[in-house]
């Protein structure tokens, strides 16, 4: 008798966080911060000392995240979160285990500042 699970791994390798857990785990730190917009977006303000792996132009973002440490926790944002979402997801194929998704962007970090 076979036995299938019905929980996906994507639920343990993709995590979604909020300004606080950026401020307390990312700002300050080294670790992989990555900023999915576009070179204008990331131009005009980013979090931190963020890489900008541009989403948009999908060859070279392949090429870009293969730079990464894939043992090593992942920090993603883009403006608002749902670009940053789908990069969580090409990370989780490409077998990144340790994905944190800030699903407010960059909006939400300079809301209230």
């Not at 090429?63 to 944002?77: F, G, S």
Request: overall charge negative.
């Amino acid at each position: 008798m076979n036995v299938v699970s019905c929980q996906s791994q994507q639920e343990t390798t993709i995590h979604k966080i909020d300004k606080e857990t950026v401020m307390a785990d990312v700002v300050g730190k080294e670790v992989q911060l990555v900023d999915v917009r576009t070179p204008g977006e990331y131009n005009s303000g980013h979090i931190d000392d963020a890489v900008n792996f541009d989403l948009s132009r999908q060859t070279t973002f392949m090429e870009q995240i293969n730079t990464l440490d894939k043992n090593l926790p992942v920090y993603l944002y883009c403006a608002v979160g749902s670009r940053s979402a789908y990069a969580a997801k090409i990370l989780e194929r490409e077998g990144f285990t340790k994905i944190f998704d800030y699903s407010g962007g960059y909006m939400d970090w300079v809301r209230n500042q």
